[in-house]
């Protein structure tokens, strides 16, 4: 059986209104996965780190006022909550991960 893997971090470590990249740990380094931590309004989302349409990093895009996310590529754009492609050309919609606030700390689960 696999054992689950958790990322915990400080909720400080990313600004309201922005999304920053962290990884799930990993006994070798190329095996970390990247997961990306939204702060949408002072509510916490965790979604796949890299488009669906060319599997370029998504942290440098941006978030607007509705809640979507815009890949800073090629213009995808996808839901925070759900991780639906609103628009493309992306087609897949990005994996969701499961966040649990602990006051101070978020934990993702893999």
């Known amino acids: 059986m696999m054992k689950e893997n958790i ?3 400080k909720k400080n470590e990313v600004p309201r209104n922005s999304m920053v990249e962290f990884y799930f740990p990993a006994q070798k380094p ?6 990306l ?4 309004k002072g509510n916490f989302f965790a979604l796949e780190a890299f488009c669906s349409h060319n599997g370029l990093s998504l942290e440098d895009g941006f978030i607007t ?3 979507k996310i815009v890949c800073p590529w090629h213009g995808s754009v996808f839901d925070i909550k ?3 492609v609103i628009d493309g050309p ?4 990005l994996k ?3 966040i649990e606030d602990n006051g101070e700390e978020l934990i993702i689960y893999d």
Do not use: C, F
Request: aromatic residues 12%; proline residues 4%; glycine residues 8%.
């Open 82 to 84: 759900s991780g639906k």
């Open 90 to 93: 992306a087609k897949r919609d």
């Open 30 to 35: 190329w095996e970390r996965k990247p997961v």
């Open 65 to 67: 006022d509705d809640g």
């Open 96 to 98: 969701v991960y499961k």
């Open 7 to 9: 990322l915990k971090l």
């Open 37 to 40: 931590i939204i702060n949408y």
